[in-house]
Each structure stands twice: as C-alpha cells, then as structure tokens.
C-alpha cells in the first residue's frame, strides 16, 4: 500500500435519484463539479467507463500541488490584479480563487495537448508559461522540480524569467522558454459568421440544463401552470438558491409533458438566441470565445436576455458544426461563462465584465 493512491470511481447503490452509478469527483462527493468548461457542450458526452477528460485531475496526477488555496494565493498576487473570485467566494467563504483554479487546470491541459510544458534534459526541472502577466508586463511561468512517489513532479512555484531562485533555476536550465497556450487558429472561433442557420438543442435546454435558466423566466413561463410553477417554488435549495438536481428532473418533466408550455419555451429560447446572433454579427466584440477541453475545441459565447431586454440573465454556448450551421448545444451562468471565456482571454465585451458578473 506504501506510496499507492487511490481514488473513489463508483458508489453502488440508488438513493432514490434513479442515479445507481454516479461518477465521484476528486474529494468523493458525488456529481462533481469537473468546472464551468464542463457546462460548455450541453449534456454529457462522457459516461461511466469512458475516459474522462478532467483538468483538475489532470494537473493534480501531474505533480504535487499541496493546499490549493496558498497555491492560487500566491499567483494571485504575483500578477497583474484580477477579480478571481467566484460570487460568494473570497475572504471567510469555504472556498477562493475559482475562477483561477479554472483558468489554471484548463490552460494546463492545453498546454499538455500542445506540448508546450518545457523540461529539462537531465530531468531536473518542468515550467510551462501559464499565459498570466505581473503588472510589468512578465510572462509568469509554473516551474516544478521531480517527486518521489507515483506523481512524477511537484510544484516549486511560480516565477518570471531570472528573477529569484526560480527564475535563474529556469532559465539556467532550459534552452527555451516555454511558449503559452494558444486558442484561435480561425476568424471562426472569434467572429459570428452571417448567413448560419441556427438550432437549439431544444430537448437539452428544457431538460437537463432547465435550472440554468433565470428564476424570473422560469416563472414567468410557468405561471399558467400550477403544477410546474409548484415544482420551481419547491424546488429551490434553500442553501444555494439553485434548483437541486431532483428538482429539475421533475421540472423539465412537467414543462416536456405540457406541449404548449413546451414549445412557448422553446420559441421564447430561440428568439432570444436569434436576437444575439444578429446581434453579434454585427459587432464582433459581443461573442466572447471559450475553449471545451472535452472535444479540443472552441465556443462563441452570447449574451441571452429572457427578463429584461438589453440586460444579459445567462450566456449560450453555440458550436460551429461541420455543415456550417450553429447549435445552441448550453446555458451557462454569466459566472461560469465567463470563467470559460476568461481561459481564452482577459478582455471581455460589457456584458460579460468581472465587474458585473463576478
């Protein structure tokens, strides 16, 4: 058992969800949150028993990390001052930097794809550039020194170029500098094309992605019916003021059980949709791109106003597909949308700021 490690893949047995095999994330809680890239395709391509693409778990087999939150900590305040912080997140909340533990896995799997992690040739010494600046404008690089035990590596720290103990180690040692990640190889993964039929995944958007939606929609929608407007009162987790998984089961039931709730939805979706998408073609400023570690692949996120007009209540992920046609594949919260679209870059249209989302 000496120097093994060991992870909880299944818990047998219902619970009276209808879940009999329910993947368990990294601290055993089951349904983990694998991130808000995880939201980005819609429903899940992935099921028990295929591989699972997981930053997360990725960067943490890749070397030893230690406490996440003295890791994020410490690059926080190294770069350049961003808002990192999840809403409810920060100071005394259970958790901090969420939106940095995102950015940080995420770029690390694309730098793992694009084999673009640096080590040296006596195997002394592994950096990738983490695509972050100080406020002086240097690249800050990740710089990890071999381990003993299963994890091949462990996280030293981060450092700039020469300065310090690390930064001299670094480029002491590499030849080269580790070059970031990159994202857009396209005019497509940045700008709305014109002339693109567009379709929801209508089935995913009124099913298992319902409680994304905006309460004020939702309520709105199903005022005139009484059993799926009792469904959304009840349904409320009175601690995170969210829908719990069980309850949007049986909402997505109800409204797809109701034909004309049903397609009244669906319409209010694809115009809203619509109305962004012409939207965004006319000023490219207003898609935000994000990168889907799960298909290696980019997204065009945009704004979706279902309450008030000119006012953003959520983000849709469109995917270009192979025909040329956008699909409305996921809804995403304006935090976790622009936790997605942060990975790809720092500058943000108005209705995607940190300053009004996070």
């Not at 350049?80 to 690390?108: C, D, I, K, Q």
């Not at 949709?273 to 000023?283: D, G, I, K, M, P």
Request: glycine share 10%; aromatic share 6%; net charge negative.
């Amino acid at each position: 058992m000496s120097g093994k490690q060991w992870s909880l893949a299944l818990v047998d047995g219902d619970d009276g969800t209808g879940m009999v095999h329910e993947q368990v994330g990294l601290e055993g809680l089951p349904a983990a949150d694998e991130g808000a890239w995880s939201d980005l395709s819609g429903a899940s391509l992935q099921g028990v028993g295929t591989s699972i693409v997981s930053p997360l778990r990725e960067f943490a087999q890749f070397a030893v990390i230690g406490s996440w939150e003295r890791t994020l900590g410490t690059l926080a305040t190294m770069v350049a001052p961003e808002r990192w912080n999840f809403p409810g997140e920060g100071v005394g909340a259970p958790s901090r930097y969420g939106v940095l533990r995102e950015y940080l896995t995420v770029t690390f799997h694309r730098v793992v794809e694009q084999d673009r992690v640096a080590t040296a040739a006596d195997g002394s010494l592994a950096a990738f550039d983490t695509g972050l600046l100080t406020p002086f404008g240097e690249d800050v690089y990740a710089v990890f020194s071999p381990n003993v035990g299963d994890i091949a590596w462990k996280l030293d720290g981060f450092a700039t170029a020469g300065s310090g103990e690390l930064g001299a180690r670094l480029v002491a040692t590499l030849p080269d500098l580790p070059q970031p990640a990159s994202y857009l190889e396209r005019v497509e993964d940045v700008v709305c094309q014109p002339g693109r039929m567009l379709i929801l995944d209508t089935a995913a958007l009124l099913g298992e992605q319902v409680g994304r939606l905006p309460r004020a929609f939702l309520a709105d929608q199903l005022a005139d019916s009484p059993e799926a407007s009792r469904l959304l009162r009840e349904g409320v987790d009175a601690g995170s003021g969210r829908l719990g998984r069980g309850a949007c089961r049986d909402l997505a039931r109800a409204i797809k059980a109701d034909p004309s709730l049903y397609r009244r939805m669906a319409r209010a979706l694809q115009d809203a949709t619509s109305l962004s998408l012409r939207l965004a073609q006319a000023s490219f400023r207003m898609a935000a791109p994000a990168f889907d570690p799960a298909t290696g692949t980019m997204r065009l996120l945009l704004p979706l106003c279902l309450v008030d007009d000119g006012v953003a209540d959520c983000a849709m992920s469109l995917e270009l597909m192979p025909s040329g046609a956008y699909r409305g594949a996921a809804i995403l919260s304006l935090p976790r949308a622009y936790a997605c679209a942060r990975v790809v870059s720092r500058d943000q249209s108005a209705w995607l700021s940190p300053e009004i989302v996070l």
